[in-house]
């Protein structure tokens, strides 16, 4: 069976204590898990840099007619 492709990619990553207590801290602040908040981090620094294009908000639908007939 083939496996799947995902654009999700995993890795091994080595932390200093202090650094990883205080991903652990500010996680736990933003109610993220610290594997949510190390990619929140990583978007942001790569967004800020100019490196990751800011998504796109996605755009309203225009309200039915039925709706509108209240």
Do not use: C, H, Y
């Amino acid at each position: 069976m083939a496996k799947k492709e995902t654009t999700t990619k995993s890795f091994v990553l080595r932390v200093d204590g202090a650094t990883m207590d205080a991903i652990e801290a500010w996680a736990a602040d933003e109610f993220r898990s610290v594997n949510g908040q190390i990619q929140w981090i990583l978007a942001e620094a790569l967004r800020k840099s100019g490196r990751m294009k800011k998504s796109k908000p996605k755009p309203i639908d225009p309200p039915d007619e039925a709706d509108e007939q209240v």
